[in-house]
């Protein structure tokens, strides 16, 4: 699944190709016929991320709602058109561009209150500026659930995917089974911050990068990362442990990122 940098990074490419455009949306897969002609001849007025959601706002109230899942993904392109590759669901043709949008597990037309349904289920997005990270804390701190978990839940904290859970509490030192209650402002404004930043790499580079100052690969694979997928802290050089959460992999020094069951209280 796309992490958030992803996603941000759609939409800012997306907001400059296609904003202040009448668009031509069809489905050339069929599966969308009907979203698609509601939308195609509108103007579309603006693209922007929530969290892992995409949402292209047209002039006559509507949103198109994408959010891609584990299968989903976006091919850009400039015009002329081409066939489309696959079972394309989605494409938006602009003055200059195409873009097709495969297999994503939501596509849909949303209407004023269904935008703001949604928004409001969705946790505070360590990328958006109008976000406000106390909500994210209150919630985080209230819980006994392990951090690993909260901070990749979308109701909780937006943007982190699976990859950036791993590095990122590294970097800040906490063991990703530290339940949430034991999370001190502290310590959670060290995480909030650092993924911000991080993220904001992703979207500048469109690559996961977590090494501090190193550059992306020009390979295939482009990730730059610290204990994701290793055997060995970088710091240490103790072996990485392994572990599922929610079904996921997760990775952890336990010399370097110490389990902290309860805040201590000092008399």
Not at 178 to 204: S, Y
Not at 220 to 237: G, L, M, Q, S, W
Not at 241 to 254: A, K, P, Q, S
Request: charged content about 25%; hydrophobic content about 40%; aromatic content about 6%.
């Amino acid at each position: 699944m796309p992490e958030g940098h992803t996603i941000h990074r759609a939409a800012r490419d997306h907001h400059r190709i296609l904003a202040g455009q009448q668009l031509t949306v069809s489905s050339p897969q069929g599966r969308f016929g009907a979203g698609a002609s509601l939308l195609t001849g509108q103007l579309c007025l603006a693209v922007e991320a929530f969290g892992k959601h995409l949402l292209y706002r047209f002039k006559n109230g509507d949103v198109l709602h994408i959010h891609l899942g584990l299968f989903g993904r976006i091919q850009k392109r400039n015009l002329p058109l081409v066939e489309p590759r696959g079972a394309v669901r989605v494409r938006l043709v602009s003055d200059t561009h195409v873009i097709d949008i495969n297999g994503p597990t939501i596509c849909r037309v949303l209407a004023g209150q269904e935008v703001l349904s949604l928004i409001n289920r969705i946790g505070p997005d360590v990328l958006r500026s109008d976000s406000d990270p106390s909500l994210a804390f209150n919630r985080i701190t209230k819980s006994k659930a392990p951090i690993g978990r909260l901070i990749m839940d979308q109701s909780v904290m937006a943007g982190i995917g699976n990859i950036y859970r791993s590095e990122i509490l590294w970097r800040q030192a906490v063991h990703p089974k530290t339940p949430g209650k034991a999370i001190d402002r502290q310590t959670f404004d060290r995480i909030w911050a650092d993924a911000k930043a991080l993220l904001k790499i992703g979207v500048k580079r469109n690559a996961i990068i977590t090494v501090d100052g190193a550059r992306p690969s020009k390979s295939r694979y482009r990730e730059r990362v610290n204990i994701f997928a290793k055997d060995h802290c970088p710091t240490c050089k103790k072996a990485i442990r392994r572990f599922e959460i929610n079904g996921r992999r997760t990775f952890v020094c336990e010399t370097c990122q110490p389990l902290i069951m309860e805040i201590p209280i000092f008399k």
